[in-house]
């Protein structure tokens, strides 16, 4: 392969060599149209070079640095970088591209047109920075994006977590203001009957991604169908029904074991879950209902 044999100047180590234009990295460059959005070649270069870091192990063969880099989405890693640095051009471009594809995420997601548009908003504070670190950068959440998969898939991603992330807090408000006003907040609150149900339940949705249990909380709390789950991620509808059963499958697993590792044994591990990980309404609801978003 021509090119993975130009790519000798691309190694993961080679900081100084990846800055230089060969021919190879001439190619990505152009690519990337990374000079249209603002960024030269040498920031260009850092970026790979920190994605190349990020996925690749020190030494990594030639032919997989260069494998790695024909994989990615140059252009929209060039665009979300730029974004990040503040590039006005780059900016411009984002929204014209992607900020109606956001609003109806976020509306497919949060349903209620205000809640929708104030997702998306304030997931747009996040992307184009308003806050800087200690040295002055500009601290923008697209500075995270590899250029792996799509750009608008990552944004979906981040877009489902933010709102995973508010339900929760506006969820604990809510219920400690409940029990505040029903006389029901006791400062040391009674102890499960096995709290190692809990512990292993908890341990069990934390090693979810973010997107399994919004696709769990989505079907099992809110009562949405597959074919509603299926739009709002942008897949197949037999696509969320296969994955709707390998999660549950999984999360069952997962109790088990948790149980298991807390003393139990595996007779009443298997029927603390019963037959089947939705019989766990009380402890899997609570905890879904926590972590949504």
């Known amino acids: 392969m021509k090119q993975a044999g130009q790519a000798a100047a691309i190694g993961v180590d080679a900081v100084a060599d990846v800055r230089h234009p060969t021919p190879y990295f001439a190619g990505l460059y152009a690519r990337s149209c990374g000079e249209k959005y603002g ?10 070079e920190e994605v190349s870091r990020q996925y690749l192990p020190p030494g990594a063969p030639i ?21 990040a640095k503040g590039c006005e051009t780059a900016w411009e471009c984002f929204l014209n591209r992607y900020r109606q594809k956001l609003y109806d995420a976020a509306g497919a997601i949060a349903k209620e047109e205000s809640a929708a548009r104030e997702l998306a908003d304030s997931l747009y504070t996040e992307l184009f920075g308003t806050r800087q670190s200690a040295d002055g950068q500009r601290i923008s959440k697209l500075a995270s994006y590899t250029g792996r998969g799509s750009l608008e898939g990552w944004l979906r991603t981040v877009l489902a977590q933010n709102y995973v992330n508010r339900y929760r807090s506006q969820r604990r408000l809510v219920s400690f203001d409940d029990q505040i006003q029903t006389g029901q907040y006791q400062e040391s609150a009674e102890a499960p009957a096995d709290a190692r149900l809990e512990a292993a339940v908890d341990a069990a949705l934390v090693e979810l991604s973010a997107e399994a249990r919004l696709i769990l909380a989505s079907y099992y709390l809110d009562g949405r169908t597959l074919a509603e789950i299926a739009r ?37 591990a298997e029927e603390s879950l019963e037959a089947d990980v939705r019989d766990l309404t009380l402890d899997v609801r609570a905890r879904l209902q926590e972590k949504k978003g």
């Open 39 to 48: 960024l030269n070649s040498e920031e260009f270069a850092a970026i790979l």
């Open 63 to 83: 032919d997989e640095v260069a494998q790695l880099h024909q994989s990615l989405r140059l252009e929209e890693l060039a665009l979300a970088r730029a974004c």
């Open 232 to 268: 709002m991620l942008g897949v197949h509808e037999s696509t969320i029904s296969r994955r709707v059963e390998k999660i549950t499958a999984s999360l069952r697993k997962r109790i088990v074991r948790g149980l298991r590792e807390r003393g139990m044994d595996a007779r009443a």
